[in-house]
């Protein structure tokens, strides 16, 4: 446990620079917290995006150098007995958890009649049932709280209402934010504070110039959103200014685009 006392959350998908992930956690550093980081790098090879030669290990320095002790910690969510490992070996290295950023993903594009069981079967053991033990894992760690009326711990999970031709990605994220959302009411007592955050398309290194061209135009911001933007709603909802929201929250840059997308059957990405 580190000796400061400093608030500790586990980010999970902090598996490359570009990610969202990787946004929150140097967020969250700069604002005084040690964390532990959750990454998979088969996932971006499977998927055929470019990783960095080092892993995670330069998003854990740039932390480092802002004061956060950081942990990284491989974990394949697509296995059930994985979420609990990463809160126990988190919370033995740090200390008490108190903060959980659902930040990984499962993102395969394929249609509702070219989705196979596999591909479903896999979009929801990583976006839909990995989040749902990690924060019964996260909560079971927690105790009831003193005053229920003061934040004592944080939940966000990042979603999308992305589903036409990203069938099993757009159904799982679904499940998620209904799992979310019975969390802020069950974990209430605890002083769980739990938000969904929407981020719209984030060009992560997923985007070709044609979709990144056509999600501009159709983005009433003016410009696309960037993982900067999604960390800086979740710097405020781990703040005490945030100690009080515990709802489904979106960003406001590029969620336009986002609905576009859907209507149009134009394929995108995850996080």
């Not at 958890?97 to 069981?117: I, P, Q, R």
């Amino acid at each position: 446990m580190n000796s400061e006392q400093r608030p500790v959350a586990l980010i999970t998908g902090v598996g490359r620079r570009r990610s969202i992930g990787a946004a929150l956690a140097v967020a969250l550093a700069e604002d005084g917290w040690d964390l532990a980081l959750n990454y998979w790098t088969p996932y971006d090879e499977r998927l055929g995006l470019a990783t960095d030669a080092d892993g995670p290990a330069p998003v854990a320095e740039e932390c480092r150098a802002v004061g956060a002790v950081v942990e990284l910690l491989p974990g394949d969510l697509s296995d059930p007995e994985v979420p609990a490992i990463l809160i126990r070996d988190a919370a033995e290295r740090l200390g008490p958890l108190t903060g959980l950023v659902l930040s990984h993903c499962e993102s395969v594009d394929s249609a509702l009649l070219d989705t196979s069981l596999d591909s479903w079967d896999r979009h929801f053991a990583v976006n839909a049932r990995a989040s749902w033990l990690l924060i019964k894992a996260f909560a079971d760690r927690l105790p009831v709280a003193e005053n229920p009326g003061r934040a004592e711990a944080r939940i966000v999970a990042l979603t999308s209402d992305h589903v036409a031709y990203n069938l099993p990605y757009g159904a799982s994220k679904g499940a998620l934010d209904r799992i979310v959302i019975a969390a802020a009411t069950e974990l209430a007592d605890r002083g769980v504070r739990a938000n969904v955050i929407n981020p719209g398309p984030v060009d992560t290194g997923w985007m070709s110039d044609e979709v990144r061209a056509w999600c501009l135009r159709e983005t009433a911001a003016g410009r696309l959103g960037t993982a900067q933007d999604t960390a800086n709603l979740v710097r405020f909802l781990f703040s005490d200014a945030g100690s009080t929201d515990s709802c489904c929250t979106a960003t406001a840059a590029s969620r336009s685009a986002e609905n576009h997308l859907r209507r149009s059957g134009i394929r995108g990405g995850g996080n």
